[in-house]
């Protein structure tokens, strides 16, 4: 379906790392996720967590945020070696989705991707299912969170084929 | 703050039990500012460029649908329950676009619930989520296992 390596199944990709501040661990749940120990430094050490840690929906919306910046870096050393871009499209869904350890704040976690595969998609021609894992691992290197993420992405090549 | 014995547990969480969720609407400068931060794709960001992409709309992302789901049940019924966390999401479906002006609403409702044989005090209770527009049209569907605190758990519970 193409021969780019980066949609090869097994291709391992490092996004990045991201330091999760008290203070954006508290701006993010106050709006999405006011619970205790993600809101109240003081009160979180009483938490069955021990100290103030990340949303696990927070967690998951950074590793967007480093995939997305990936992507675009993808894009622009494609486009500077002269080969077709993908297009990417929306996302059906997630499934998997594991919050292995708290992320606590003061943590830096980096985060990755690992390709399982590229699929048909039927209902859409031209548009294919890439089938990823997500993770993300503390300092200590423990896995914190995990998920398989599906995303459409219309490959180059598609449009002379068709 | 709420008695420990008045908040919500394990044994109240019978299957069938169901919350209802919202509503929130969905302001538009805050889809822009969720994926200005946490995904910068132009269906989330620029209305032209959504209204020519799948989605058809200046869309929220999903990450964005899932924190708004997370807020309506916190105010619904987590922030009141014997919670012990939740150790993740068996799925989500991101079944139609989620647009600028919606307004969301829906329901979580308990599946099933089991007893934890390591952990006596603690229960896993199933939740099935589902958040519709304001169409009543399913913008997304997801289940995921909670862990809640068992009142009595010498009791004898079903």
Do not use: A, F, K, T
């Given at each position: 379906m193409t021969d780019d390596p980066a949609f090869a199944a097994g291709n391992r990709t490092v996004l990045g790392s991201h330091h999760f501040t008290e203070d954006a661990i508290i701006t993010f749940a106050r709006k999405f996720d006011p619970q205790r120990f993600h809101t109240d430094p003081v009160a979180a050490r009483d938490s069955m967590f021990g100290a103030l840690c990340a949303s696990g929906w927070h967690t998951a919306a950074v590793w967007m945020q480093l995939n997305i910046a990936e992507i675009g870096r993808y894009h622009a050393e494609t486009l500077e070696a002269g080969r077709p871009v993908p297009e990417f499209g929306p996302s059906p869904g997630i499934r998997d989705l594991r919050w292995l350890k708290p992320v606590y704040a003061g943590s830096t976690i980096t985060y990755a991707r690992v390709v399982r595969g590229v699929r048909n998609y039927?209902?859409?021609?031209?548009w294919s299912i890439l089938d990823s894992t997500a993770e993300a691992f503390n300092e200590a290197n423990e896995k914190v969170i995990s998920f398989n993420s599906a995303v459409l992405v219309k490959l180059p090549g598609w449009d002379s084929e068709a | 703050m709420t008695a420990d014995a008045d908040l919500i547990h394990f044994e109240d969480?019978?299957?069938?039990t169901t919350f209802s969720l919202g509503p929130m609407p969905v302001d538009k400068a805050e889809v822009i500012a969720f994926a200005s931060q946490y995904d910068a794709q132009p269906m989330h960001l620029d209305e032209d460029a959504a209204r020519h992409s799948?989605?058809?709309?200046l869309a929220a992302s999903g990450w964005h649908t899932c924190a708004m789901l997370m807020r309506m049940m916190a105010d619904a019924y987590i922030r009141r329950m014997a919670g012990e966390g939740a150790?993740?999401?068996d799925f989500v479906k991101w079944r139609r676009p989620v647009l600028a002006g919606d307004v969301l609403s829906g329901s979580s409702r308990v599946l099933t619930r089991r007893r934890l044989r390591s952990r006596p005090e603690i229960g896993i209770v199933n939740m099935r989520h589902q958040l519709v527009n304001q169409r009543g049209e399913v913008v997304l569907e997801s289940e995921n296992p909670v862990m809640v605190r068992i009142r009595a758990p010498d009791g004898d519970l079903a």
């Open positions: 039927v209902s859409r021609p031209h | 969480l019978e299957p069938g799948l989605l058809g709309g150790p993740g999401v």
